[in-house]
């Protein structure tokens, strides 16, 4: 089959690789779309390793994606799968039997497995998963749709956490893909969404065509321009959906009493925000993390089903495996009108 091969940084090739060969609880999928994640560009850049024990490839990348099963193992049909079902991989691999997953908390599984990062994942012609981690995709969803599936249930927890309030001021940081998403599920809250962008520009105009009431280009008066527009008030649920860590360390300062803070962008292991002590103490606010999406894809896939996300201005482009460089040039270089980049084998 051919599959793009990402080597070390900056050395990714289209190349013919053996099909992959399934165990007895595992599908064969035929790869239909393929998201290109931040997390792609990192291990490209090389600013973050690939999860191999060496932290190099070979690899095949992509861990967003969706496909048609072509072949089934000897007891994966007993998840309910068939040869032609339409089906969204998650890529976080948990086994099942560890002590973590027994608990219910597979993000800690002691076997992790995670497709595109620490073995092969979907840019590639076929891939394979556990059949327990393989959800059947609504004929009304596109291949597109289905790819998305993984990047929005990161929202969807990430939302879940806030427990947000109707009438809540919710300020979102990263006007990206994730954040974009975001706005919609907290506008469905009943929430007061503000946007917060770094640059400005196209981005920030389609946070406000998907639903924010305001966007805000970042700067050291933040904190004032949300208490203008909110009567006074600093902001009752802050999502950072970036590793910048301006961002991180200013969504302390925004957000008032009885406020909750959600970190969930990826940052350096160095990396540390200062907690202004006392102050949140008087304020009684709560500082929470959102790590993937456990639990979180059927209700995910029902979302989209239901109409409740618009990925329409969300997946702006797409392109072969032969084109997957060009992809990665234009995610990078944040050309205008580029948001979310599939990747179609």
């Known amino acids: 089959m051919k599959a793009a091969v990402f080597y070390e940084p ?38 973050s390793p690939v999860g191999t024990a060496t932290g190099k490839g070979p690899l095949i990348l992509g861990h967003e994606f969706s496909g048609k099963i072509v072949g089934l193992g000897k007891i994966a049909g007993a998840n309910g799968l068939k040869e032609g079902d339409r089906v969204a991989v998650c890529p976080i691999q948990s086994c099942g039997g560890c002590n973590s997953c027994r608990a219910g908390k597979p993000n800690f599984c002691a076997n992790l497995s995670v497709l595109g990062v620490t073995t092969n994942g979907g840019f590639a012609q076929f891939a394979k998963t556990k059949a327990a981690h393989a959800y059947l995709l609504p004929d009304s969803l596109t291949d597109e749709q289905g790819a998305f599936v993984e990047m929005l249930a990161a929202a969807v927890n990430a939302v879940a956490k806030a427990e947000v309030q109707p009438d809540d001021f919710a300020v979102v940081y990263g006007p990206g893909p994730v954040g974009l998403s975001m706005v919609q599920l907290l506008r469905n809250a009943g929430a007061r969404v503000a946007v917060v962008g770094g640059h400005g520009g196209y981005r920030l105009d389609v946070a406000m065509q998907l639903g924010a009431d305001f966007v805000f280009e970042g700067g050291a008066d933040l904190a004032e321009r949300i208490r203008a527009a909110n009567g006074g008030n600093l902001a009752d649920r802050v999502i950072v959906a970036t590793g910048s860590m301006g961002a991180n360390q200013q969504a302390l300062e925004i957000s008032g009493p009885g406020s909750t803070v959600i970190y969930m962008g990826v940052t350096g292991p160095e990396d540390a925000v200062q907690v202004p002590m006392l102050t949140s103490l008087i304020q009684d606010k709560t500082i929470r993390f959102s790590l993937w999406y456990p639990f979180q894809w059927p209700r995910t896939i029902s979302l989209l089903e239901h109409a409740q996300v618009n990925t329409g201005p969300i997946i702006t482009h797409s392109a072969p495996l032969d084109g997957i460089g060009a992809a990665i040039d234009r995610v990078v270089s944040r050309e205008e009108g580029v948001l979310k980049t599939v990747i179609k084998p």
């Open 10 to 47: 900056k050395d990714i090739r289209v190349e013919e690789v053996p099909e992959p060969t399934i165990g007895e609880d595992e599908v064969l999928v035929e790869v239909s779309a393929c998201g290109f994640c931040g997390s792609d560009v990192e291990y490209y850049y090389g600013k």
